[in-house]
């Protein structure tokens, strides 16, 4: 069975320094998504992007973040200058347009 | 804008009782309703959904929930728990139309105990 796949799985990185977060959405998706998940906090919506373009994005989807999708397979998600607060899961997820969202298995983030 | 509380962050419950776990919802405008199962180390799996016609829908592994729109609610059930039913469940929404963003709740860490 298809599924969405996150990498890498576990990220480290230093206060002030860019991370790319990467995913594969299944093949025959058209609308992904980026959500995170503080530590024992509720899952947040990030962004939504769909034609090569953001569709919905929330409040804390800030200039630092950024999302791309770079070669038809990959979709990415950049922070520019992390901070220790964006020290989360990240989920990747991808649909064909239903309300049916199949997550990945997301990325933990860890900000030092 | 819309929002999900779920009543209970923990429910400890003995194998092969029935168990019920709690969702209530606000919006403003008509909604989508999910619950997602979390395991331990893995993403996010839909159990089921309700998008139009019987408020009763059955999803995988024996769950089910019921839709009650005067109330603003969409309970998980389960008759009979498994101790691999252990997980965090997270019920979520989203407004009908073009608008796909879940809204997700707490979570409830279900603990299946011998």
């Known amino acids: 069975e298809p599924e969405v796949t996150q990498t890498p799985s576990h990220q480290v990185t230093q206060m002030g320094q860019e991370v790319i977060l990467r995913c594969v959405p299944i093949?025959?998706?058209?609308?992904f998504y980026w959500y995170r998940q503080i530590l024992g906090q509720k899952v947040e919506f990030l962004v939504s992007?769909?034609?090569?373009?953001?569709?919905?994005k929330s409040e804390i989807f800030d200039d630092q973040f950024s999302v791309e999708r770079p070669d038809g397979s990959n979709f990415t998600l950049k922070i520019r200058s992390t901070k220790l607060e964006d020290s989360a899961m990240y989920f990747c997820?991808?649909?064909?347009?239903?309300?049916?969202?199949?997550f990945g298995p997301g990325t933990r983030l860890t900000v030092t | 804008a819309q929002s999900v509380t779920q009543l209970d962050s923990q429910v400890p419950v003995f194998e092969e009782a029935p168990v019920e776990l709690r969702c209530n919802y606000s919006s403003s405008v008509s909604v989508y309703l999910f619950w997602y199962v979390q395991y331990p180390n893995q993403g996010l799996q839909l159990l089921l959904k309700y998008l139009s016609g019987s408020t009763l829908v059955k999803g995988i592994n024996g769950f089910e929930a019921e839709f009650n729109k005067s109330q603003t609610s969409f309970h998980l059930r389960k008759p009979s728990v498994h101790i691999s039913d252990t997980a965090e469940y997270f019920c979520a929404v989203c407004q009908t139309g073009s608008a796909r963003q879940l809204t997700f709740g707490s979570g409830t860490q279900l603990t299946v105990l011998p």
């Open positions: 992007f769909y034609n090569n373009e953001i569709s919905e």
């Open positions: 997820a991808s649909n064909t347009g239903s309300y049916e969202q199949y």
């Open positions: 093949s025959n998706h058209l609308y």
